[in-house]
């Protein structure tokens, strides 16, 4: 792909939206094109992590197993989606798994990279970091919800 098509389809993710230009080739640099069939792990909690992906078609689900309990879905990425924000902060673990539900096509930007270009421009990295922390917040409370749905139980149980 040329790099003048892929800033024009970058620019096109919601996430991207309204970003200066002059940052899109700093994202463009880090970005590789990747393709996930139904049922391939992306990655595993626990894991390293070192990428930051856009979702750009498809679904991911976000799911932790909690003790000897089966999986627990946290969160559904849908296209125009972000996943993985753990690339930004030490120890650079992930958190959940993360699984396609159906074929996923999605940039992934290199967090190595990411950061690097954050810490030489400063301007970039703290638009990153508005925009990464808006995607915190959507996963704090998506795990906050399905916490309560959890300990909640069945209608009239009580846990």
Same mark, same amino acid.
Request: charged content about 25%; aromatic content about 10%; proline content about 4%.
């Given at each position: 792909?040329? %790099?003048?098509?892929?800033?024009?389809?970058? &620019?096109?993710? %919601?996430?991207?939206?309204?970003?200066?230009?002059?940052?899109?080739?700093?994202?463009?640099?880090?970005?590789?094109?990747?393709?996930?069939?139904?049922?391939?792990?992306?990655?595993?909690?626990?894991?390293?992590? &070192?990428?930051?992906?856009?979702? =750009?078609?498809?679904?991911?689900?976000?799911?932790?197993? %909690?003790?000897? =309990?089966?999986?627990?879905?946290?969160?559904?990425? +849908?296209? #125009?989606?972000?996943? @993985?924000? &753990?690339?930004?902060?030490?120890?650079?673990?992930?958190?959940?798994?993360?699984?396609?539900?159906?074929?996923?096509?999605?940039?992934?930007?290199? @967090?190595?990279?990411?950061?690097?270009?954050? +810490?030489?421009?400063?301007?970039?990295?703290?638009?990153?970091?508005?925009?990464?922390?808006?995607?915190? +917040?959507?996963?704090?409370?998506?795990?906050?919800?399905?916490?309560?749905?959890?300990?909640? #139980?069945?209608? #009239?149980?009580?846990?």
């Amino acid at each position: 792909m040329q %790099p003048e098509n892929l800033i024009e389809i970058i &620019s096109k993710h %919601p996430f991207i939206g309204g970003l200066d230009p002059k940052y899109l080739e700093l994202l463009v640099g880090c970005a590789t094109n990747m393709t996930y069939k139904k049922g391939d792990y992306i990655f595993h909690e626990g894991e390293f992590a &070192s990428k930051l992906y856009l979702i =750009r078609t498809g679904r991911v689900a976000l799911e932790i197993k %909690p003790g000897q =309990r089966d999986a627990m879905r946290i969160q559904t990425i +849908e296209a #125009g989606g972000v996943l @993985g924000w &753990s690339f930004l902060i030490s120890p650079f673990k992930w958190h959940f798994d993360a699984v396609a539900v159906e074929e996923v096509r999605a940039f992934a930007l290199d @967090g190595k990279c990411l950061r690097t270009k954050c +810490e030489t421009d400063h301007d970039f990295g703290y638009e990153m970091l508005k925009r990464l922390s808006e995607v915190m +917040e959507s996963r704090l409370q998506a795990t906050r919800l399905q916490l309560i749905d959890f300990y909640a #139980g069945p209608k #009239g149980a009580h846990v």
